[in-house]
């Protein structure tokens, strides 16, 4: 079964705005990873952060991460059209990185 | 480069027939993982290797499909008897070790007719 579990499964939003992507799991875990896929292309790691962190920036995106919820949140500031693409997040519990279904964002020119 | 990589890119087979996927990962990398993602799905966990261990073969999705990784280094995913429900992008990941980070290959399009 997948651990992890993005939501929304969809958004989309006008190039300037801020997107918002959340992802559940379900066990304890060392790090969770966040991930882009462009249609057609491979995979895209994006930043990683540990289970002892609460919040982690890089560019233009900041990630967090609630242990006691089991949920970390991915925020992409200033969108442009490049970042229409679906993320993943991924989790390592148990020694593999489970991935969610991700979350197609589409931003609009 | 030094990234992860797969072969072939593209495979177009006949239903019934058997396909080899091969995966170089990183040098000195440890861990390996195989995912599919099917047309418009998420990623889907197959196979997990991490050094000498047994590896993690949870995620096959029947015993048609089988993996080895040789040596600790290179991997090979085996799909016999193929079906046309198989066709979709298999994925490649290595990571230095059980808690790295991913680091993953092109992926190899799998098309069953």
């Known amino acids: 079964s997948q651990q992890g579990e993005e939501d929304p499964q969809a958004l989309s939003i006008q190039e300037g705005e801020n997107a918002t992507m959340n992802c559940s799991y379900k066990?304890?875990?060392?790090?969770l990873q966040w991930y882009r896929q462009n249609s057609g292309r491979g995979l895209v790691h994006l930043i990683l952060?540990?289970?002892?962190?609460r919040e982690k920036h890089s560019g233009r995106l900041r990630v967090t991460l609630d242990t006691s919820k089991k949920s970390s949140s991915l925020l992409i500031t200033a969108s442009r059209a490049a970042d229409t693409a679906s993320y993943f997040c991924?989790?390592?519990?148990?020694?593999?990185?489970?991935f969610g279904a991700g979350t197609r964002l589409t931003v609009k020119p | 480069g030094a990234g992860v990589s797969q072969s072939p890119s593209n495979k177009v087979t006949e239903k019934g027939k058997d396909v080899e996927l091969r995966c170089d990962p990183i040098?000195?990398?440890?861990?390996l993982y195989w995912y599919r993602q099917s047309l418009g799905q998420g990623l889907e966990f197959l196979i997990y290797?991490?050094?000498?261990?047994?590896?993690?073969k949870s995620g096959l999705p029947s015993d048609r499909f089988s993996a080895e990784r040789t040596g600790g280094s290179v991997s090979t995913l085996t799909i016999q008897r193929t079906q046309q429900e198989d066709s979709a992008v298999y994925l490649c990941?290595?990571?230095?070790?059980?808690?790295?980070?991913?680091?993953f290959g092109p992926g190899t399009r799998l098309t069953v007719t």
């Open positions: 990941a290595s990571s230095l070790d059980r808690t790295g980070l991913g680091y």
């Open positions: 066990t304890s875990i060392n790090n």
């Open positions: 952060i540990r289970s002892n962190e």
């Open positions: 991924a989790t390592d519990a148990w020694s593999d990185m489970r």
């Open positions: 040098s000195g990398h440890t861990a």
């Open positions: 290797f991490q050094g000498n261990s047994a590896p993690d």
